[in-house]
C-alpha cells in the first residue's frame, strides 16, 4: 500500500463493526515511516461518541499530541528553509 504521508490510526479493541486486525494490517502496511497505531483497551467503533468521558477526553488528548508534535515538525522544517 502506498500511503507516505504522516499517518494516524485509532482504533478500539472491543470494536464489533470493523476488526481490529483491519487497522493493524493497514499500518503494517503503510509504507510511511511516520506512522502510529494506538489500539484502545475497551472502546467500541465510534471512539469519540458514546464511549465513557475519560475514554473521549483520551481519544480526543491523543489527536491533539499528534497534531501538535506534527504541527512543530512542520513549521520547524519551514522555518530552516
Partial sequence: ???????LILHGEAD????PSVSKA????????DKK??????????LLEGE???????VFSDIILWLDEHSF???SSSSSK
Avoid: G, N, R
Avoid at 37 to 46: E, V
Avoid at 52 to 58: L, S, W
Fill in 52 to 58: 465513557p468521558d475519560e475514554m473521549i477526553i483520551q
Fill in 26 to 33: 493497514f499500518y503494517e502496511k503503510a509504507s510511511s515511516s
Fill in 1 to 7: 500500500m502506498h500511503v507516505c504521508l504522516p499517518l
Fill in 73 to 75: 515538525k512542520h513549521s
Fill in 37 to 46: 497505531l494506538k489500539l484502545y483497551k475497551d472502546a467500541y467503533h465510534s
Fill in 16 to 19: 464489533i463493526v470493523t476488526d
